[in-house]
């Protein structure tokens, strides 16, 4: 099945600066890569996606990147704000058996962003 | 808001026992993915099911089995409780049958410990 592997797992940045969250697969059959954000108490919700025939898509501040020859997808978020510290989640759809979805995540980024 | 409710949202309970939780999807949505979240292990699929039918299966223990209803909610059952089944369980849905094509919204969870 597929294998999502999430890098680093906690990182801290200070207010204004730039924030990567690197992540790899291991289905070469994965077509979809969403990017979900968990606040403390809160279920993940999903800030941008990207599909395997985009390389990049960007939506304000936050980026998403694909190379799928490396079976790697990093999310790039500008000019960080307090509001951004969260636990952030990538994800790939791995094989679909009978139609259904077995989206697969990654083990999360602990962003913190200091003042 | 996501609009998927689940309840109850905190539950304890001892060893050995059984315990349902319960999902009503968002308005409209089809399909309704359970996810399991420990501090280790981050998101894992359970199961997932669309207008009443079981349509991806993940790690889902054999102690645990759920069901989605004519009018759509949808019931885990933890059966035979052990200690390592202490976690948040997510429920999400969807309108499709096929998430990866599209956003999961997630409820709030309902955090399960067993003692």
């Known amino acids: 099945g597929e294998n999502v592997e999430q890098h680093p797992s906690t990182l801290s940045v200070q207010e204004g600066d730039s924030a990567v969250i690197k992540c790899t697969y291991s289905d070469s059959a994965s077509n979809y890569f969403p990017w979900y954000k968990q606040e403390l108490g809160k279920g993940p919700q999903l800030i941008i996606d990207i599909r395997s025939n985009v390389g990049e898509k960007k939506d304000q501040r936050i980026a998403v990147t694909l190379n799928k020859t490396a079976k790697h997808f990093s999310l790039h978020i500008t000019e960080t704000q307090p509001e951004d510290s969260a636990v952030y989640f990538c994800a790939a759809s791995g094989s679909r058996a009978r139609g259904g979805n077995k989206l697969t995540f990654g083990t999360g980024t602990q962003l913190k962003v200091e003042l | 808001d996501s609009g998927v409710t689940q309840t109850p949202k905190h539950l304890i309970t001892a060893t050995g026992q059984r315990v349902t939780l319960r999902c009503s999807p968002r308005?409209?949505?089809?399909?309704v993915y359970w996810y399991q979240q420990s501090l280790d292990q981050g998101l894992q699929f359970l199961i997932q099911?669309?207008?009443?039918?079981?349509?991806a299966k993940g790690n889902i223990l054999e102690r645990f089995s759920a069901q989605q209803f004519p009018d759509l909610h949808s019931e885990l059952n933890l059966s035979s409780l052990e200690l390592g089944d202490s976690a948040l369980y997510f429920c999400a849905s969807s309108f499709g049958v096929d998430g990866g094509g599209g956003e999961l919204f997630f409820g709030e969870g309902s955090r399960l410990t067993v003692l």
């Open positions: 099911y669309y207008n009443g039918e079981e349509r």
């Open positions: 308005s409209g949505d089809l399909s």
